[in-house]
């Protein structure tokens, strides 16, 4: 079973969010975890966006891998159009905060992060909280 999120980052103003899917992992402990400790830097989680959709988040962007292998760096990221070549997997633009968290609850994503303000900002099942 996975545990489906959205991450994203807000320009300063907040008038456009530019927003990913990861598939695994996306409670507070596994990418919250990943984000706060390894994403801070916003050059980085720009990079991070240009992956596009990821099946999980790792400390490092990473190079390409082999999608199907068993032996998976883990410690890189693992996207779907980079590592398996799948198409129309690019980051998603929204016009606010609004409209981007309504656009992943069609996914059933159970946890958004944003970047925003210089802290990530979680908003979750039951309420919305900043990683520290």
């Not at 545990?3 to 996306?26: K, M, P, Q, V, W």
Request: net charge negative; hydrophobic share 35%; glycine share 10%.
């Amino acid at each position: 079973m996975s545990t489906r999120s959205t991450i994203a980052i807000a320009n300063e103003d907040e008038s456009l969010i530019t927003a990913i899917y990861c598939h695994f992992d996306g409670y507070p402990e596994g990418v919250g975890a990943v984000l706060s400790q390894h994403y801070t830097d916003p050059a980085k989680i720009h990079a991070l966006m240009q992956l596009g959709n990821l099946s999980y988040i790792g400390p490092e962007l990473g190079v390409q891998q082999d999608f199907d292998a068993k032996d998976k760096d883990r410690n890189q990221c693992l996207a779907y159009g980079r590592d398996r070549g799948e198409t129309g997997q690019e980051a998603t633009q929204h016009p606010s905060v609004e409209e981007w968290i309504v656009h992943y609850l069609y996914q059933s994503c159970e946890y958004g992060y944003l970047f925003t303000n210089g802290e990530w900002v979680v908003f979750g099942e039951v309420e919305t909280f900043i990683l520290s």
